[in-house]
C-alpha cells in the first residue's frame, strides 16, 4: 500500500486566498484524522471521522476552517480566508478503527504570507 | 482532562550511551499509550503502543516502553542508540473509547559520535 497520501507537500499563499489541503486514506481503513503540527503549540488534533461522518470537530480553529469527507478514499482540509498564523505542517492520518494505530501521511508545510 | 507531559525536550546523548525519554500522563480512565517518532521533515511513524496485557513493550530497533499504572508514565527507554535514533519523540495517548491522540509536546533526541 502506498499510505496516507497528501496534496500538495508545500504551499505558499498570501493572506486572504483560499487553501485546499488533500488526503488520501490507506484502503480499507474506516477513520480520518486531520492535525496541525507549530513549534508554538506541538500536535494538536483538528477533526476526526469516522466512516466519513464527522466525530470531533472541536479542535478545529474558527470558522474559517472547514473539513469534508465524500467518499472512504478521500477528504479535504479548507482554510478561507488563510491568514499567516495558520502557517503550519498539517498532517493526516488513518486507522483501521478510531482506536488502532494511526498512520500518517508526509504532512503539507503551508506558508501564509 | 486529560493530559501528556513529556518532561524533557531535548535530550542530547553520545552514540551507545543509554537513553530514557519520560512520559506522563493524567487520566481517571484507561488508556491506550502510543510512543511515536518523527525523523526531519516527515510525518510521524507509530514506533510502539501499550494497549492491554504486557506493561512491557518493545518495537523492532530496540526501543521499549513500560507502562506504570501506579506512577501513570509511559518511559521510552534504548539501552545503546544510534546516530540513526536521532529525531523527534512524540508521547500520545487515547482516552477510554474516545478515538483521538492526545500528543505531548515531543522530545528532540539528538545523538552525537
Known amino acids: 500500500d502506498a499510505g496516507v497520501i497528501q496534496s500538495p507537500r508545500h504551499e505558499v499563499t498570501e493572506m486572504g486566498q483560499e487553501v485546499t489541503l488533500r488526503c488520501k486514506p490507506i484502503?480499507?481503513?474506516?477513520?480520518l484524522f486531520w492535525y496541525r503540527q507549530t513549534m508554538m503549540r506541538g500536535l494538536e488534533l483538528l477533526i476526526y471521522f469516522n466512516n466519513n461522518v464527522p466525530i470531533d470537530d472541536s479542535g478545529m480553529p474558527e470558522d474559517r476552517f472547514s473539513a469534508k469527507m465524500p467518499n472512504a478514499s478521500f477528504s479535504t482540509l479548507k482554510i478561507q480566508p488563510s491568514e499567516p498564523r495558520d502557517s503550519a505542517v498539517y498532517f493526516c492520518?488513518?486507522?483501521?478503527?478510531?482506536?488502532?494505530?494511526?498512520?500518517f501521511g508526509p504532512g503539507t508545510r503551508l506558508t501564509v504570507l | 482532562a486529560q493530559s501528556v507531559t513529556q518532561l524533557d525536550s531535548q535530550v542530547p546523548v553520545f552514540e551507545e550511551a543509554p537513553v530514557e525519554l519520560r512520559c506522563n500522563y493524567s487520566s481517571s480512565v484507561s488508556v491506550y499509550l502510543f510512543w511515536y517518532v518523527q525523523y526531519p521533515n516527515q510525518g510521524l511513524q507509530l514506533l510502539l503502543k501499550y494497549l492491554s496485557g504486557s506493561t512491557l513493550v518493545e518495537s523492532i530497533n530496540g526501543f521499549e516502553a513500560e507502562f506504570n499504572k501506579s506512577q501513570t508514565s509511559f518511559h521510552l527507554r534504548k539501552p545503546s542508540v544510534h546516530i540513526s535514533d536521532t529525531a523527534e519523540y512524540f508521547c500520545a495517548v487515547i482516552k477510554g473509547s474516545q478515538g483521538n491522540l492526545i500528543f505531548g509536546k515531543g522530545t528532540k533526541l539528538s545523538v552525537k559520535p
Open positions: 492520518a488513518s486507522s483501521l478503527d478510531s482506536l488502532d494505530t494511526q498512520y
Open positions: 484502503s480499507g481503513h474506516n477513520s
